[in-house]
């Protein structure tokens, strides 16, 4: 049995907290709504984010950050991407030994470029890293809570550390892989987001199915050029935080990118969206990332890069849609490199 702490209890954190407690680990959910907690803690649900779920009576919750740090050896990471630095700030005060982290959100730091491994080996000072494991696959909480079979990677360069990992939270409906490619993981976490706001915009266009398989398959062309000219290794994006994951994100209503995506191809401006949503949408922001990483690395991203126009430049999604279509003629095969 481990000693582990999620830090996030939102939908995903919340559900990774549900298997490890299920798994028989000693585990601790931390928010920091104290009300939340409370919930958890008593009446054993999560309303808002798994209204239907039942959670079991060994998972503990907490909005005390410093019961979170000395509560456990693996630390689970399941804020929002922006989130990380401001949560890292005030759990390292209280850290008193190495910890194994691991991280499950999917994102880029905008302007900075930083991947989320990279933002934690900054946030939390080396003297408390075991390592850092970045958990990703095609994976929806929804599904995960009623232990319908999902299947996920841990990817570490570290492979003992990924296979710790693997033996956290592997069980007869959540099976995991390991990799050691982390750059290649993390770019086909974070970018799967960016195409999945792509195809709900198709859908909400009521452009059927042909142009979102289009658009899927695009999509992945232009996750793995960025991804292998990053330090990626092309075969993790044929995998399942590559292909698996964007094809779930991309076709499941229990996708938030591909929800708030359909929503803007309805017509609706994207504060509007984000009002509505009430939950993080990663992809908005990471958009803005992977434009900027086209730029830098001198990639071409046509699909981000007119998403970003929507987003940010406030082009209507048929213009951006119409655009990708008049995209000057080419070969497919050369078109994939």
Known sequence: MEKVCVLGAGSWGTALAMVLAENGHDTLLWTHREEQAEEIRTLHTNKK???ETVLPTNLSATSDITQAA???TTIIVAVPTKAIREVCAKLVPHLQQKMLFVHVSKGIEPDSLKRISEILAESVPVEYVEDIVVLSGPSHAEEVVLHHPTTVTAACANIDAAEKVQDLFMNQFFRVYTNEDVIGVEIGGALKNVIALAAGITDGLTYGDNAKAALITRGLAEITRLGVKMGG?????AGLTGMGDLIVTCTSVHSRNW?????????MKLQQVLDQMGMVVEGVRTTKAAYQLAQKYNVAMPISTELYSVLFDDVEPKVAVDALMMRMKKREIDDMR
């Open 70 to 72: 000395i509560h456990a």
């Open 259 to 267: 929800r708030a995506g359909h929503l803007l191809g309805q017509g």
């Open 49 to 51: 984010y798994l209204p």
């Open 233 to 237: 290794n092309p075969f993790t994006f």
